[in-house]
């Protein structure tokens, strides 16, 4: 059986980190320490000196995931706190080997990990694979900005509705407006230096699309608009910076490269913006935003299935990623995104699902305690504790939190076909997080009508399907397989 602690008991940040370090191969072995949301991300020396099956089964562990990185999922509450304590026995373990003279264990290690990791790189490095994961470098950073922004949008947009505070409602404007105004500049900053250009020519050749001056430009005979393209145009043109400085760079000699080459790159990355990139860009956009007024439009409730059912899966697989670009693109055009609102009710079904799981094992004190303790975090739209700690090991509840989220979209999805539409007016956030960012065709008011009524059908749809259908015909799972399932540690077959 489980040696999971009971209700109550969980372990300390500290005592997680330093049962931890001997299971990855000690200090020596480890490169790097960092964190997500949820997440103890560790680059390895030697993947081989890492004993899984403990790491895995360590009290306070939820799962396992592979990428560049070793990475140790502890959930949102205890992440920080795992990591900054895993920092100081790292430095810790390696000063006291210094201070007994050292050896040379870490460049053995490094020397001979470097093998492994070019050999999951070149497992792991597909071309879609390799696409997503430079989308998400480009945009990802943004995140904290985008959504600050809107929460002070959304208060602004309150307070100008019921007249309050009139004075500062301009100011307020100022404050959450700006960074869009410009978010084609950090868009062409980031992307010039995932392709391999310098920052900021990517940001000069980027900044020509908010320019009022473009205005002056006649492309056609027709004049371009400021903004024209958004973030797919800066995309596109930070990318053909970095790649003409490149080349460039390669034929130049030194005296001259420090003069010409951003010359040349910005002068010919920007003659393509202007005659070309914009108009593209600013008809992809367009293509954007009306293909997605008439999917919620014409078949609401089907989209919303569709997107809401298939979203955990994607997120597993690292797809959602694709999505960011048109997340953005829709914010840029309209204020808001109206598919993350779908996609979130995926998150609805997830705790649904857990809720019944709690109810049904309900002698099941280990995974009792996981639900307790993953709950909050997914409430707020954070499901990685509850996907890897309670419904993915038990197979069948992921499938019906699947499910909830698909009725929750379809709910949403009808809401926007017969109703109002709502969106968000920033990416990242999900369940009850999303609320001050949630903005609508009709207003503020109905869409968090329809946006609280989604995760509430979507609550109830993941309990009464996972209830229904969640668990094998008959008697309940036998405790020990369940606690061995569902321990912290567990990593899905």
Not at 249 to 275: E, N
Not at 293 to 300: I, M
Request: proline residues 6%; aromatic residues 6%; hydrophobic residues 50%.
């Amino acid at each position: 059986m489980s040696d999971r602690s009971g209700p109550g008991t969980a372990p300390r940040p500290e005592d997680t980190a330093r049962a931890l370090l001997p299971l990855v191969g000690g200090a020596a072995n480890v490169t790097s320490v960092a964190n997500c949301i949820s997440r103890l991300r560790l680059g390895l020396a030697d993947r081989s000196r890492v004993r899984d099956a403990d790491v895995r089964a360590l009290p306070g562990v939820l799962g396992v995931v592979e990428d560049d990185t070793y990475q140790v999922v502890v959930g949102p509450q205890a992440v920080n706190a795992v990591a900054a304590a895993f920092g100081r026995l790292v430095e810790e373990e390696r000063a006291g080997d210094g201070e007994q003279g050292g050896t040379d264990t870490a460049e053995e290690l490094a020397e001979r990990g470097a093998a492994i990791r070019a050999a999951n790189k070149r497992r792991n490095a597909t071309p879609f694979k390799l696409f997503l994961r430079r989308i998400a470098n480009i945009f990802v950073p943004l995140i904290p900005a985008l959504i600050a922004c809107g929460i002070i949008a959304g208060v602004t947009g309150l307070l100008r509705n019921l007249g309050w505070l009139e004075g500062a409602v301009p100011a307020l404007t100022a404050i959450s407006s700006g960074f869009m105004s410009l978010i084609t500049v950090f868009v062409g900053m980031n992307a010039a230096k995932e392709f391999g250009g310098t920052p900021v020519l990517g940001g000069a050749v980027a900044a020509i699309i908010p320019f009022a001056g473009v205005a002056d430009v006649q492309v056609f005979g027709t004049a371009l608009s400021p903004g024209q393209g958004g973030v797919l145009g800066a995309l596109g043109a930070a990318v053909l910076c970095a790649y003409v400085e490149r080349r460039v760079r390669r034929h130049m000699p030194g005296t001259l490269d420090v003069l010409l080459t951003p010359t040349i790159a910005v002068l010919v990355a920007g003659l393509a913006t202007v005659f070309g990139l914009m108009l593209a860009a600013g008809a992809l956009s367009e293509a954007i935003g009306a293909g997605a007024d008439w999917l919620l439009g014409t078949a609401g409730a089907f989209a919303g299935l569709v997107l809401g059912g298939l979203f955990l899966p994607l997120v597993m697989l690292g797809l959602h990623q694709a999505l960011i670009p048109i997340h953005t693109t829709l914010i840029d055009l309209e204020g808001y995104t109206t598919l993350l609102p779908i996609l979130s009710m995926a998150g609805a079904g997830q705790v649904g699902a857990a809720l019944a799981v709690y109810r049904r094992l309900k002698h099941d004190a280990g995974i009792r305690a996981t639900v307790r303790s993953a709950l909050p975090a997914g409430l707020l739209g954070v499901g990685e504790p509850l996907i890897y700690g309670v419904t993915l090991p038990l197979g069948r509840p992921f499938i019906t939190a699947c499910a909830g989220g698909a009725v929750g979209g379809a709910f949403v999805g009808l809401m926007g076909q017969l109703w109002a539409t709502t969106g968000s007016t920033a990416i990242g956030p999900s369940g009850w997080a999303l609320f001050p960012l949630v903005q609508g065709s009709a207003g503020i008011g109905p869409a968090v009508a329809v946006y609280g009524g989604g995760l509430l059908v979507g609550y109830v749809a993941g309990f009464v399907l996972t209830a229904l259908f969640g668990f094998p015909k008959g008697a309940a799972l036998p405790a020990e397989a369940v606690e061995e399932a569902v321990a912290p540690g567990s990593t899905p077959g």
